[in-house]
């Protein structure tokens, strides 16, 4: 069983349209996160939930807007996509958000193409 | 920033060598993870060090952390093909936040 599962594996689309990836995890954790991978390999943290809570919000276009169904569970939306949105979007979760619970597990991510 | 940079960039060993990364944060820390990263696939969590640890060993890798001079290793030895990945450092507790930041990578390449 996968851990942390995110869907779509590949997503390509124009610019403009709207996207949605889903994220589900079956650890039991209690926190769960976004990052981004940009074409240089460098992983930047967008949200991240606890218990269904936002307890991390960077500063990520207002176009990018989460949701925590439940705490299994973070889904990422985006509006009105451009072409520097193009990256490997990466799902985690872990045990808790304090440092002494937060080794994380990550999804095998979704590559996002923006054409 | 809080970014961590490992240095180097990108190493090319023969198998049966051993591997050696470093990364360098710039403040206090309550950990230090090291993860790796397979070509297209997510990452990996492989060790977790604490601030109070000078070392720490798991199968054939071993790291360090000075905190001293903010700065970690990660030793792979008798590297294996299969050990080609691209590994990162990562930090929690940087300026008082706990999310972690993640350095940009050391890119592997175990040749056979």
């Known amino acids: 069983d996968t851990a942390v599962s995110q869907t779509p594996k590949y997503l390509v689309t124009q610019m403009g349209n709207d996207k949605s990836i889903k994220c589900e995890q079956n650890l039991g954790h209690d926190t769960m996160y976004w990052y981004k991978q940009d074409s240089k390999k460098f992983l930047k943290i967008m949200f991240s939930y606890n218990n269904k809570e936002l307890i991390i919000n960077e500063t990520v276009p207002n176009r990018f807007s989460p949701k925590s169904p439940d705490k299994a569970h973070l889904n990422l939306h985006i509006n009105s996509l451009e072409l520097g949105d193009s990256a490997v979007y990466f799902c985690?979760?872990?045990?808790?958000?304090?440092?002494?619970?937060?080794?994380?597990?990550f999804g095998a991510g979704t590559r996002l193409s923006v054409l | 920033s809080q970014q961590g940079e490992e240095d180097p960039q990108a190493l090319s060993i023969q198998e049966g060598e051993n591997a050696t990364m470093n990364c360098s944060y710039k403040t206090s820390i309550n950990n230090l993870q090291w993860y790796r990263q397979n070509s297209g696939r997510g990452l990996v969590h492989l060790i977790l060090i604490r601030s109070n640890e000078r070392e720490k060993h798991s199968g054939r890798l071993r790291v360090t952390l000075d905190t001293s001079k903010k700065s970690s290793s990660l030793l792979i030895t008798a590297s294996r093909a299969a050990d080609t990945a691209s590994y990162f450092c990562a930090t929690s507790g940087q300026g008082g936040s706990e999310k972690l930041v993640f350095g940009k990578g050391t890119k592997l390449t175990v040749n056979p």
């Open positions: 985690a979760s872990s045990q808790g958000p304090i440092y002494f619970k937060n080794i994380q597990y």
